[in-house]
């Protein structure tokens, strides 16, 4: 299942790269993440995967959420005001 | 045993200057009263000291532009004593635009050099016979002439007064030509940039023919334990180098408009009026106003407010494009939420040039991009002609027609004169245009949606200075919170009184907004104690808060508000319920969140009354017992 993944949290994720990432049917969020993570040889946290929300397809979803004909995926930062 | 910065002297005041400002414009006359440790103690500072003290110098009922109304700035202990992000004052006063009680705050550097100037708190009452400004020069006060500053400017008048003074380190509070105006949306501009807007103070000012206050000074306020402040800045040091060192980064960087587009995605921030959704904006017209974006254009430099090492301010430069700009402040998330996704506008110039016109005539830039959003909604359906509103074409993310009706709205031109006292005033003037009105009690409403983070219904509603998205309460963090836990409306009492206790005493002590994520929990009330040698038990701690709270609502009740009388739009609460978008479906249980929040308290349910025991219960607050319990 290829599914676009948005990163709107940088100051969360770093450089993690906007694009098309790949992971089995009935994966998780939290298994599409860990690819982003290897992908961009990148890895956060737990401290700092709190500030972290997901949309799929403009639903919020949660770590454990089973992706199922998902197209895209933004990963969000928690609202902090402003 | 730890060193003090000096030993607690009986009757000595820590943290206060410990002197009270009261001066008539009408008579031109001043006194000068003690701040008792009482009152210091119970009320601390800020909204809270303000509170207290316009509850009991102000009449009852006293209409908001008659000369014994009354306005306030209000400093805080953190001011000028050494806590990081303790630089925040108050001003309070009745507000034109909702008839109850008002306050706003700001941060820059008028607090912390009030103090300097030799007071803690300064009000005016009365009404000058011709324009002025009231000058305190440590401690010493003078009415000067402001008839040729009268129409002025924010950024002009700031730099007539430091050259006419002699002095560009003055810290000037001031009203534009909207405060002169008697806008309701006017506000009150310090540090060129820096804004308390909300609830129309800066229309009180004007009222009173008060251009501006001018404060400058040499008087330094002991902290009662230095060591222990210096510890403690430490501490928050350490913190926000910890699990908050990304939201930190990004408000250091960007400010706070960095939250843009994710508040747009997850439905925090508003679309169309409210009526829309993340799909109504591509990706680019998304991104394109974050301010990571903005900075690419035009920022010049940041900087910070008084003690703050966060500083999330910048100046930016407007080199090209239709509407240049030598210099301005960044946009806040606020600004950019109601000039662009509000509005559907993704024109960055455009959003500058109104959040520009704004600070400078000295208008809230939350109330008139909602008002904007309003005539917006009503003239894309027909309900206004072209002709009736000046002939601009305000079409949804017509960039133009938004800047040309910004700008009507600052001069109070044509319809602009209309739109001054905002959309709810606007569309009773018109009588049309009702069903396309968002506010809370009269006041427009921010850009956090309760249909995200459904507490915000409470306190947009309920809270003595409703609308506001700084208030306490659930917060708008708990819209992070998973779908099954933000909208079970049940039990959200304790949690709910636990937020506002917080916030009241965040403010009170005289903290940023930002410190709710900035300062380890708990640590403001041990600066507190740090700086005022006040000790407080966590009962004496939660009743700090819960007396700030009850006491601005007492203000309301003095005023004839009951329950009742506190509004919120249906629209903004999910009735009806968005039809797409992550927040699709929702209805907000308004009702059941506020029966919770008054039960906690020990409120009357069916009018918002305080029963007396609760009164009693909290302590400090003998005179609203008095008023609201005349026959015991």
């Known amino acids: 299942m290829k599914i676009k ?45 709190k500030w972290l929300l997901f949309l799929a397809d403009g639903k919020p979803v949660k770590w454990d959420t089973v992706l199922h004909n998902v197209d895209t995926v933004h990963v969000i930062r928690a609202a902090v005001g402003g | 045993m730890r060193k003090k910065s000096q030993e607690r002297v009986v009757g000595a005041m820590y943290g206060y200057v410990g002197k009270l400002l009261f001066v008539d414009l009408t008579n031109r006359t001043f006194e000068v009263r003690d701040l008792d440790e009482k009152t210091a103690r119970d009320y601390v500072g800020g909204l809270s000291l303000g509170a207290k003290i316009l509850y009991d110098e102000m009449p009852a009922k006293t209409p908001v532009f008659a000369p014994e109304s009354m306005i306030g700035f209000v400093s805080s202990p953190a001011n000028g004593t050494g806590p990081f992000m303790g630089g925040r004052f108050t001003v309070v006063s009745k507000s034109p635009v909702t008839g109850g009680f008002n306050d706003a705050s700001a941060g820059g550097n008028f607090g912390p050099l009030m103090k300097r100037a030799g007071y803690d708190a300064i009000f005016f009452k009365g009404i000058s016979e011709k324009p002025v400004y009231v000058f305190i020069d440590d401690g010493k006060v003078e009415f000067r002439d402001a008839t040729h500053l009268w129409g002025k400017t924010t950024m002009a008048l700031e ?51 008060l251009k ?87 920022k010049v430099r940041k900087y910070a407010c008084h003690a703050c090492p966060v500083g999330c301010g ?209 640590i403001h009330i041990k600066f507190l104690t740090a700086v005022t040698g006040f000790e407080y038990t966590p009962e004496e701690a939660r009743n700090l808060g819960i007396r700030s709270y009850t006491i601005r609502h007492a203000f309301n009740l003095r005023e004839g508000f009951r329950r ?31 029966d919770n929040f008054f039960r906690e308290l020990g409120w009357n349910l069916d009018d918002a009354v305080p029963t007396k025991e609760s009164l009693e219960r909290v302590g400090g607050l003998e005179n609203v017992i008095k008023d609201l319990y005349p026959n015991g």
């Open chain 1, 5 to 49: 993944v948005s990163f709107v949290c940088q100051e969360v994720v770093g450089n993690m790269k906007d694009g098309i990432y790949e992971v089995p049917e009935g994966s998780t969020i939290s298994d599409l993440f860990a690819v982003c993570e290897k992908e961009n040889n990148i890895f956060i946290n737990d401290e700092y995967r």
């Open chain 2, 159 to 209: 730099r007539a007064i430091k050259e006419e003074l002699g002095d560009p380190k003055v810290a000037i509070a001031s009203i534009g030509p909207g405060g002169e105006n008697l806008s309701n949306m006017a506000g009150i501009m310090h540090d060129e940039h820096r804004a308390a807007a909300r609830g129309g103070s800066g229309a009180v000012m004007g009222s009173k023919k």
């Open chain 2, 212 to 298: 501006a206050v001018v404060v400058r000074g040499n008087h330094r306020v002991q902290p009662y334990d230095r060591e222990a402040v210096l510890a403690l800045n430490k501490e928050v040091a350490e913190w926000q180098k910890g699990p908050v060192a990304p939201v930190f980064e990004l408000f250091t960087n960007h400010g706070t408009g960095g939250t843009y587009e994710s508040g747009i995605l997850n439905g925090d921030t508003s679309v169309k009026n409210w009526l829309g959704t993340a799909a109504d904006l591509t990706e680019e017209q998304r991104k394109k106003p974050t301010s990571q974006e903005q900075d690419k254009l035009f």
């Open chain 2, 314 to 522: 910048a100046i930016y430069s407007v080199k090209d494009g239709k509407w240049p700009i030598e210099e301005t402040g960044r946009p806040e998330y606020e600004t950019d939420g109601m000039f662009g996704s509000m509005l559907l506008n993704d024109d960055v110039y455009a959003i500058n040039q109104c959040n520009f016109l704004c600070n400078e005539y000295g208008l809230d830039t939350i109330s008139v991009g909602a008002t904007i959003a309003w005539l917006m909604e009503c003239y894309n359906n027909g309900v206004f002609t072209k002709e009736e509103i000046d002939g601009i074409d305000l079409t949804w993310g017509n960039a133009d027609a938004i800047v040309a009706m910004t700008e009507k709205i600052c001069k109070g031109e044509g319809i602009g004169k209309i739109l001054q006292a905002g959309s709810v005033a606007a569309a009773k003037h018109f009588n049309k245009g009702f069903e396309a009105l968002v506010h809370a009690s009269g006041i427009e409403i921010p850009q956090h949606d309760p249909r995200w983070s459904p507490g915000l219904a409470r306190t947009y509603q309920y809270d003595p200075t409703p609308g506001r998205h700084v208030k306490g309460g659930l917060s708008i963090h708990y819209g992070n919170q998973p779908p099954e836990v933000r909208y079970d409306y049940t039990n959200t009492g304790e949690r709910d009184v636990n937020g506002v206790v917080y916030s009241e005493a965040l403010y009170a002590t005289g903290f940023c907004t930002m410190s709710d994520f900035g300062l380890p929990p708990e």
């Open chain 2, 564 to 594: 009742k009388d506190f509004t919120i739009s249906d629209r903004i609460i999910g009735i009806p319920p968005l039809k797409e978008g992550p927040t699709a479906g929702v209805t907000v249980d308004a009702k059941m969140i506020a």
